[in-house]
């Protein structure tokens, strides 16, 4: 028995060193940057340990726009994106002959580079000297003003941020969703169908309680990318998003590390724990309401 274990504990071995080198060193190491006040990473010298690095952070106002922007993405982007995908999911999964057809189709963005869809989206959105961008052709058609969507007001400029983010997130939640609707067993709709039970009593009684752990695996997993989101920012308004209003969490980090105000990783360190702490956070407050709500 003890062999077993043995040998067991041998072929997790490998496992268990990448795991250790390449998560929990870096996030003791990041934990312990963000007490050490006055880090110099040339010297590997600090003016020494304490809570200053987090009232720094806390209290710059490129942090809490930064805090402020990535909260509004969550809020937007994660309900409307996953509410879109279960309505398109549902649509292909009433068409059995082309469903394959639309699922590729629909699943095209998620495998194109999220830069390159970046710069599509500013096309289409940006006013230049020479033109006023095709989504300003649209409104104009319909008699609206043009705005400025990438330059322009603080609203205009989180629209397109939101929308671009549903946009490359949709895909992968319609794959997911699509194939949970395939699953789910055909006898519960055929009793349904013989009682002459509506259809929205059959989503709401056998479709949502049958998929329900997919779509919580798609909440929680959508909260937790919208957190991280950076490049998709980067795409659209360009490395310097303080000055656009634009930045995020990790953008911040990034910022404090390589950007034009780089060179504080203790502050990198601090915001990045910061935002371990909220996604920690809000992932545990959605298991525990999953716990309770999904239908296994």
């Not at 390449?22 to 010298?45: C, H, I, R």
């Not at 987090?54 to 809490?64: E, I, N």
């Not at 490049?231 to 209003?245: I, K, Q, R, W, Y």
Request: aromatic share 16%; net charge neutral.
């Amino acid at each position: 028995m003890k062999q077993n274990n043995l040998k067991g504990w041998l072929y997790l071995l490998p496992a268990i060193a990448f795991l250790g080198l390449f998560m929990v060193y870096p996030l003791v190491d990041v934990l312990v940057y963000s007490f050490e006040e006055g880090y110099n990473f040339a010297s590997q010298t600090d003016m020494g340990t304490g809570l200053y690095n987090y009232s720094y952070v806390l209290h710059d106002p490129y942090f809490m726009q930064a805090v402020k922007n990535t909260f509004i993405l969550v809020i937007i982007t994660v309900p409307l994106s996953t509410g879109f995908a279960l309505v398109i999911s549902l649509a292909l999964s009433s068409i059995k002959k082309l469903r394959d057809a639309f699922q590729t189709i629909y699943f095209l963005p998620y495998v194109t580079n999220t830069l390159a869809v970046g710069l599509v989206f500013m096309v289409l959105f940006k006013r230049t000297d020479y033109t006023e961008g095709m989504v300003n052709l649209l409104i104009n058609w319909f008699g609206g003003e043009s705005v400025d969507f990438i330059d322009g007001p603080y609203w205009a400029k989180m629209f397109v941020m939101c929308f671009y983010t549903i946009w490359v997130v949709l895909p992968f939640k319609i794959l997911i969703l699509t194939s949970a609707l395939a699953s789910v067993n055909p006898d519960y709709y055929k009793v349904a169908q013989v009682d002459a039970t509506p259809r929205w009593r059959v989503f709401t009684r056998i479709t949502l309680p049958m998929i329900s752990p997919m779509l919580f695996y798609l909440i929680i997993t959508g909260f937790i990318g919208a957190f991280k989101a950076y490049s998709d920012e980067v795409a659209l308004f360009g490395t310097n998003l303080n000055a656009a209003g634009m930045n995020t969490i990790v953008g911040y980090v990034y910022d404090m590390l390589y950007g034009d105000s780089g060179g504080y990783p203790s502050y990198a360190a601090a915001a990045a724990l910061i935002l371990f702490a909220i996604v920690l956070t809000i992932t545990v407050i959605n298991l525990l309401v999953s716990n309770r709500r999904v239908k296994i």
